[in-house]
C-alpha cells in the first residue's frame, strides 16, 4: 500500500535542500607539468674531483587564474640553484600546472583554497619532477623538504594586513610575495 506513493512536492523540495546543504565542492581535475627547464652551466667541471657540497637556493611562487565559472588553473613554480664554491652546477625550475573545480567558496575562502591547499597538493609532484631531472643530469638526488603553504599563506597575509595598516598603500599580491610575475 504505501510503497506505491509518488513523490510528493514537499520530497522534492528536501531533495533540493539537501543538495544546496551539502557546502562548497572542491576537485582536482587535472594536473601537468607545464614548464620544465634544466641547466648545468658548470658541468663537465661539476663533477671534477671535488667534494659534493653545493649551496642550494630554493624559491616558491604561485599562481591562479579563472579559466571559467568555477574553474581554476594553479601554477606552482619551483626554482632550484646548486652553487659549488662560486660556479652554478644547475639551476632547475618546474612550473607544475593544475585545473580544480571549486564551487559554493565565500571569496575569502576560495582565495585561500587556490592559495594553500591547492599548492600542498601540487608540491609532491613539483618536488618529484625536480628530482629526477637532477638525477638526469647526473647529480646526487636533490629531496626537497616539505612545505607548509597554509603557514605561507597566512604569513602573506599579515603581510599585506600589515603593509597597507602601515602606510596606507594596499600591496598587490605579487609585491607582497615578491613574485615579479
Given at each position: 500500500?504505501?510503497?506505491?506513493?509518488?513523490?510528493?512536492?514537499?520530497?522534492?523540495?528536501?531533495?533540493?535542500?539537501?543538495?544546496?546543504?551539502?557546502?562548497?565542492?572542491?576537485?582536482?581535475?587535472?594536473?601537468?607539468?607545464?614548464?620544465?627547464?634544466?641547466?648545468?652551466?658548470?658541468?663537465?667541471?661539476?663533477?671534477?674531483?671535488?667534494?659534493?657540497?653545493?649551496?642550494?637556493?630554493?624559491?616558491?611562487?604561485?599562481?591562479?587564474?579563472?579559466?571559467?565559472?568555477?574553474?581554476?588553473?594553479?601554477?606552482?613554480?619551483?626554482?632550484?640553484?646548486?652553487?659549488?664554491?662560486?660556479?652554478?652546477?644547475?639551476?632547475?625550475?618546474?612550473?607544475?600546472?593544475?585545473?580544480?573545480?571549486?564551487?559554493?567558496?565565500?571569496?575569502?575562502?576560495?582565495?585561500?583554497?587556490?592559495?594553500?591547499?591547492?599548492?600542498?597538493?601540487?608540491?609532491?609532484?613539483?618536488?618529484?619532477?625536480?628530482?629526477?631531472?637532477?638525477?638526469?643530469?647526473?647529480?646526487?638526488?636533490l629531496m626537497l623538504a616539505p612545505?607548509?603553504?597554509?603557514?605561507?599563506?597566512?604569513?602573506?597575509?599579515?603581510?599585506?594586513?600589515?603593509?597597507?595598516?602601515?602606510?596606507g598603500a594596499a600591496n598587490t599580491?605579487?609585491?607582497?610575495?615578491?613574485?615579479?610575475?
Amino acid at each position: 500500500m504505501a510503497e506505491n506513493q509518488e513523490p510528493t512536492e514537499s520530497t522534492a523540495a528536501n531533495q533540493e535542500n539537501e543538495q544546496q546543504s551539502t557546502g562548497p565542492n572542491f576537485a582536482l581535475q587535472r594536473l601537468y607539468l607545464k614548464d620544465v627547464s634544466f641547466e648545468s652551466p658548470g658541468s663537465p667541471e661539476a663533477f671534477q674531483g671535488q667534494q659534493w657540497a653545493p649551496k642550494i637556493t630554493f624559491d616558491i611562487k604561485n599562481r591562479n587564474r579563472k579559466i571559467q565559472d568555477n574553474v581554476y588553473e594553479v601554477v606552482l613554480t619551483l626554482t632550484v640553484e646548486a652553487k659549488q664554491e662560486e660556479a652554478v652546477a644547475f639551476l632547475v625550475e618546474v612550473q607544475q600546472g593544475a585545473v580544480f573545480a571549486a564551487q559554493g567558496f565565500e571569496d575569502e575562502q576560495l582565495e585561500q583554497v587556490l592559495g594553500a591547499v591547492c599548492p600542498n597538493i601540487m608540491y609532491p609532484y613539483a618536488r618529484e619532477a625536480i628530482d629526477s631531472l637532477v638525477v638526469k643530469g647526473s647529480f646526487p638526488p636533490l629531496m626537497l623538504a616539505p612545505v607548509n603553504f597554509d603557514s605561507l599563506y597566512a604569513q602573506r597575509k599579515q603581510q599585506e594586513a600589515a603593509a597597507e595598516g602601515g602606510n596606507g598603500a594596499a600591496n598587490t599580491v605579487a609585491e607582497a610575495t615578491g613574485d615579479d610575475n
